[in-house]
Nanobody, 120 residues
Framework: QLQLVESGGGLVQAGGSLRLSCAAS????????MGWYRQGPGKQRELVAS???????NYADSVKGRFTISRDNAKNTVYLQMNSLKPEDTAVYYC??????????????WGKGTLVTVSS
């Protein structure tokens, strides 16, 4: 069974930092793109950042210069370092991964989410 488990959310004051982690587990052959999405109160889910297996990154304009995505391919883990947090960053953050299972099928997987709350 393929699954993604996020950790690292919490409550932080504006200007503070948090680091999110997401570990993929199960019968995994490889993972291509991994990413972080978020859904704020009353908003649609949006892409925050993504990273390919080769290390190419993509960021939403709203987080450029403040957030950094990275990954450890050996551990099937992706990270999101969030600095200079703003109240508008408050959201549930979801991990996403395009996984090739050892059985040969490809699956897009989602974690259950971790809540980030930024107080003003």
């Amino acid at each position: 069974q393929l699954q993604l488990v996020e950790s690292g959310g919490g409550l932080v004051q504006a200007g503070g930092s948090l680091r999110l982690s997401c570990a993929a587990s199960g019968s995994i052959s490889s993972i291509t793109t991994m990413g972080w999405y978020r859904q704020g109160p009353g908003k649609q889910r949006e892409l925050v950042a993504s990273i390919t297996s080769g290390g190419s990154t993509n960021y939403a304009d709203s987080v450029k210069g403040r957030f950094t995505i990275s990954r450890d391919n050996a551990k099937n883990t992706v990270y999101l370092q969030m600095n200079s947090l703003k109240p508008e960053d408050t959201a549930v953050y979801y991990c996403n991964a395009d996984v090739l299972a050892r059985a040969g099928f490809r699956m897009n997987c989602w974690g259950k989410g971790t809540l980030v709350t930024v107080s003003s």
